[in-house]
């Protein structure tokens, strides 16, 4: 079990895995928040930014909890048909003597993705085409993979009369576990018992930082000034907070805006 057509997975496993990684670097430019006819400088702008950003994060955070125990419910509903397929190949074996077949024990392996243990075979095929390669899924305890011996023989129930090395097979052993033995199973079910607390801590813990960001807006916001000579060719004004200052200055000493940017 599986092998053939059935073996999708890695060994001892109902599925292949993969990862992949990115990153990306990169600078922002602080501007003062502008809230109707009031500023933040830059300072408590950069501090309210984070405490949005934070807030944002922890949101996503925790979504992101949620749409991973939809990935595990598709995974286990997986694990259930592996399971419902390879029950009724062994239980036709049982009734069909000719779906038994002699396999030998080729290697022991370990899945820490479920933290047990499984072994890999290999059946003789029917038309001289070489041997037909399978793996249990991970069920056994190590007291119970130490019970199998590499190169021992151990018997299988097949899919077809005629083995190829794309039949389908399973441990004949296999019907005396309960579904709850399979460590992938049992790890994905502590994962859905696990992730909705983890998802939901983050959305509450969200809600400090918006509270806490339209503090520091509250008591730090300050009146755009206003002047009528916003126009004047002889006067220099700061487009964010509408005070005058020096034509040549580099940044705004009230509200702290870099005004060499365009």
Known sequence: MPSGSGSSGCGGSHFSHSSTS??????????????????????DSQKVNDQRV????????????FLIMF?????????????DRYINMIQNANNDSRYIREGTITGIGY??????YYYTYMIDT???????SGYTYSIYTKEQIDTFVIG??????????????????????????????DGEYANNITGM????????????????????????IKANKKPIRDHENIDDPTHTYCKYCGFEVEPNAKTCKYCGVDLTEK
Not at 22 to 42: F, K
Not at 111 to 116: A, L, P, S
Not at 154 to 178: G, K, P
């Open 54 to 65: 934070g807030g944002v994060f922890l949101i996503m955070f925790g979504l992101f909890m």
């Open 126 to 132: 029917d038309n001289n085409s070489g041997s037909l």
């Open 22 to 43: 990115h990153g990306y670097s990169g600078s922002r430019v602080v501007r003062p928040i502008i809230i109707g006819n009031c500023y933040l400088n830059t300072k």
């Open 111 to 116: 899945n820490d993705n479920g933290d047990k």
């Open 193 to 216: 018992k696990i992730l909705p607390i983890i998802g939901i801590i983050m959305l509450l813990c969200s809600i400090p930082c918006f509270v806490s960001a339209n503090k520091l």
């Open 152 to 181: 021992s023989k151990t018997y299988f129930a097949v899919e077809d009369l005629y083995i190829t090395q794309e039949s389908d097979s399973v441990n004949m052993d296999y019907i005396y576990f309960d579904l709850e033995d």
């Open 71 to 83: 990935f595990i419910s598709l995974d286990l509903n997986k694990i259930k048909e592996d399971r």
